[in-house]
């Protein structure tokens, strides 16, 4: 156990610490979301009361990029991560200015400040993610364009694979696909690429044309910052001409062969009972 005067030292400390939490503050603002090549500003805001500021240390990760120590020459010092550049000029003891950034700088950023004569350390995090749009919008794939009513439509939507990854959604003229309908394979291989893709499989019921007609639309979006569609139109399919007089065909010759057992059996008739009619008349004139 601790003595007395261990204890009252453990919570006067304790007290200290929280008066010092509640006297200092720190904020960060740091961006949730920055597309490729642009530039990224983080800003990290402290009040030390009647502290004394001793250091400003900024990490991605558990990687230390960027230091501020006012007390040493120069005050500025930066640690060499892959892909990050630092704007020296326009970054200072509160704020870091990172240029051109890449997809790889997505993650979580922490502003550490540290004071005296306490050393006490204050800190806040947030996360940011680089964004690369997809270099073109979604593209629809069918088999054909043509179907009845109750054939199964089989479509593929496809888009290059960005960071991160979009979300792919379908539509049939304008309402959302049952996921029942949907089947998902993502980051596959292609000629073009990597490829994020979304498959639908359905049945036609007749009420889904609409003036012979059925729309079909793939969205694309990244975290509300990119919208593509693109959309396809698909037609009901009606009986061929040639189908048509073929059939017409059918049904005049069925006619004609009718009409022709009917005169075959009338010319039979009178081959058989003409010779006894005329025999019969022969007969009563004798």
């Known amino acids: 156990m601790l003595s007395l005067r261990n ?31 642009e530039t990224a500003d983080l800003t990290c805001s402290y009040y030390l009361d009647s502290n004394a500021l001793y250091s400003v240390k900024w990490y991605k990760g558990r990687h230390e990029f960027y230091r501020y120590m006012p007390g040493e020459t120069p005050p500025v010092k930066t640690f060499p991560i892959k892909g990050m550049k630092i704007n020296m000029t ?13 997809a790889s700088l997505t993650g979580q950023y922490l502003c550490e400040v540290t004071m005296t004569p306490t050393y006490f350390a204050l800190a806040e995090a947030a996360y940011m993610t680089i964004i690369e749009f997809p270099s073109r919008g979604p593209q629809i794939q069918v088999e054909r364009k043509e179907y009845h009513a109750g054939d199964m439509v089989t479509a593929s939507c496809t888009v290059p694979t960005s960071s991160p990854t979009p979300a792919l959604a379908w539509y049939i003229n304008d309402e959302p696909v049952s996921d ?41 979006t990244i975290a509300g910052l990119y919208w ?3 959309e396809l139109t698909l037609h009901e399919e009606h009986p061929k001409l040639s189908q048509v007089l073929q059939d017409e065909e059918v049904g005049v010759s069925s006619v004609v062969s009718s ?20 025999l019969f008349m022969i007969a009563s004139t004798l």
Do not use: W
């Open 228 to 230: 593509e569609t693109t």
């Open 90 to 102: 326009a970054s200072d003891h509160v704020r870091v200015v990172l240029e051109d950034v890449a």
């Open 180 to 220: 029942v309908y949907i089947s998902r394979l993502q980051d596959f291989s292609s000629t073009e690429g990597n490829q994020t893709r979304l498959d639908i499989r359905f049945p036609i019921m007749q009420p889904q044309f609409k003036v012979g007609k059925i729309q079909l639309k793939c969205l694309a």
């Open 259 to 278: 009409n022709s057992m009917a005169l075959f059996s009338q010319i039979m008739f009178f081959q058989m009972f003409l010779p006894l009619s005329i």
């Open 7 to 37: 204890q009252i030292a453990f919570v006067l400390s304790l007290l200290f610490i929280k008066e010092l939490e509640s006297a200092s503050k720190i904020s960060v603002r740091i961006p949730s979301y920055v597309q490729a090549g």
